[in-house]
């Protein structure tokens, strides 16, 4: 039933590897190292993926909402999950409390959910808002805050700029959220993703909360002290071969034309897999040591590449082409669909078979 | 578990009705109506799309591959279910034949694998290139087609431009369809996808394929007599409501700079949930009468809107926004995404709960 060339292969190793690579930039004495495996973990399974963090000490996870909380503890009874999402209904806290999952509260509404239904005391995380805008209470809010329900397992606030090293509103950041630490005497706090453990010993804290980086997403110049291993590699089978009788136009709205003669591979993933269409004519695909273009519109389940440099006998016998991977980095496609790293890890499709190598 | 305010809603009910609207366009003495569910049916759900259709009349459906051949085949065992990716090795070949399935051959290659396997004869759809010069024979190749373990059921072709009217390639590949017509007197010929319906009766021949227009695509300009009704709607829920107290930045890099007394929601959907990047402010979402403007990065999970202009009591109290819908159209998305609405549409996540309208 499945097409045996066409799969998008997780190496769970390089995961490990990239797990232990960033604790290693830790003071261990004092940061704990945890993992963001939220958004079904950036798309590559959020249960493989805890699974393999857990095998190598893992025992903090960030998920965005309890459905992910469930899929987590499947893997580990111990460990703590905290829920980005936090509480939003009396239902949810119920849920929360009775599988001692940790909301993150980000908000006074959220923390008045808890006032008024908690009898006896529910663990948080407290977030503030140092910057991001996004999610997160306010510094000025402080005051207002009753937190006679809570036992704070961790006050948490979230870098904007993180992976612009110089970006001024990085110090700015770090120095609201110290004066936060000095409210706060006897709690542990967490500030950093993997853009900011990039940044320093002085914004680990007691813990650093990596995502991106562990799925091998390389925001800094390369440099082998922190580049990070690949983990994911798209691969998609040759669906036909085709050379030219004539010069003619192809794929939709005729954006590119071929030549008479020209050898073309037609490859079955398009952007319903999550190959974007803003890599019509841009992006190339790689086999067996040759880079291959990508001519015409994206299709929803085909792309067609220009397959001139490839040996008559390998044009022949040519069965997969990988679309991301060793040699097509994720940081390239990035920049080809002009957007976030992130953004492409999450949107290839759940549609193509996974293979996770252990 | 599930967040009542975060879903798609797929109406199946409109579905019928464009169905039945496309249907109305054509000779019903001559051209059947048939459906393209591949890709998922367009990410909304194969097996209930391919049901509604049913319904109402459809006896044959368009998949992407075997797997989802299997899924339209619980609906319906009579049905005609054309494979457009074809045969690409002899188990796919036996499982085919097995299940009566119709392959699209769209290449000698395939072609060869049949003559090669099969002892008595498959049903196949045989596809020309008259200029897609995606997939499909090419002309000049009729004379070498064996052509002697097939029973053809159709002869199809596929239109490149057939969303601009006035193309000189759809009378171009028309004429080409034509012509292999006239080597063909037996067989039955379909070309026009969604947008060929619309170039009129001359492009129908035998069978019409529509896709994007059953699920509420609409690629002319507004016109009531051939306007698709909306089959998909896309609602968030407000994870939290801010006003600032202070001039600052919201979301990341720092794009965006809400004002003392700005209102915001965030709202629990990013580009994981297929909420593009590219609509970092750029976008709109909608709520009981107000469009509010999206401000800042959309995030992995979530996205910030401007929430001025509500009134104070329905800032309190709003529980979710619609992000696609009737007031915010595929179309629009589209546009602000610089995309084609069939990405947006392929690209909302199976992460959302689906609800759908019989």
Redesign the interface.
């Known amino acids: 039933?499945?097409?045996k060339y066409q799969y998008i292969q997780v190496n769970l190793e390089h995961l490990k590897k990239n797990y232990l690579k960033l604790k290693s930039f830790l003071n261990s004495n004092k940061t704990i190292c945890s993992a963001v495996v939220?958004?079904?973990a950036?798309?590559l399974g959020i249960k493989e993926v805890s699974q393999a963090l857990y095998e190598v000490g893992c025992r903090n996870f960030w998920v965005?909402?309890?459905?992910e909380a469930?899929l987590v503890r499947c893997v580990s009874i111990e460990s703590n999950i905290y829920i980005?999402?936090?509480i939003?209904s009396y239902e949810e806290l119920e849920?929360i409390k009775e599988n001692n999952f940790i909301p993150v509260v980000?908000?006074i509404?959220?923390l008045n959910l808890i006032n008024l239904y908690v009898k006896d005391k529910v663990n948080i995380v407290l977030n503030f808002?140092t910057?991001?805008?996004?999610?997160g209470v306010?510094?000025?809010?402080i005051k207002q805050l009753n937190l006679e329900k809570c036992k704070i397992e961790l006050i948490m606030s979230h870098l904007?700029?993180s992976e612009?090293k110089e970006?001024f509103?990085n110090k700015e950041q770090l120095d609201l959220f110290k004066n936060i630490q000095d409210l706060f005497v006897d709690a542990k706090f967490t500030l950093a993703n993997s853009g900011g453990i990039f940044l320093g010993h002085e914004y680990h804290f007691n813990m650093v909360r990596p995502g991106s980086a562990l799925y091998g997403v390389n925001i800094l110049e390369d440099n082998n002290d922190v580049k990070m291993l690949n983990v994911v590699e798209f691969y998609a089978?040759v669906?036909?071969?085709?050379i030219?009788?004539?010069k003619?136009?192809?794929?939709?709205?005729?954006t590119y034309k071929?030549n008479k003669g020209d050898k073309?591979l037609?490859i079955?993933a398009g952007?319903?897999d999550?190959y974007?269409?803003?890599l019509s004519n841009k992006s190339m695909v790689y086999s067996k040591g040759y880079f291959l273009p990508v001519i015409?519109i994206v299709?929803?389940?085909?792309i067609?590449v220009n397959a001139n440099a490839l040996p008559e006998s390998l044009f022949k016998k040519i069965k997969s082409v990988e679309l991301i991977g060793e040699k097509i980095t994720i940081k390239e496609i990035a920049k080809w669909a002009?957007?976030?790293q992130?953004?492409i890890l999450?949107?290839i499709s759940?549609?193509s078979r996974r293979i996770y190598i252990k």
Chains 1, 2 share one sequence.
Do not use: P, W
Not at 239 to 242: A, E, Q, S, T, Y
């Open positions: 039933m499945f097409d939220k958004a079904n950036y798309g965005t909402n309890l459905k469930f980005f999402q936090g939003n849920v980000s908000s509404e959220q808002d910057g991001i805008g996004r999610e306010q510094i000025e809010e904007s700029c612009q970006h509103l089978s669906l036909n071969r085709k030219f009788y004539k003619q136009y192809i794929g939709y709205n005729a071929v073309v037609i079955n952007y319903y999550g974007r269409r803003i015409g299709s929803m389940n085909m067609a002009n957007t976030d992130r953004e999450t949107n759940s549609s």
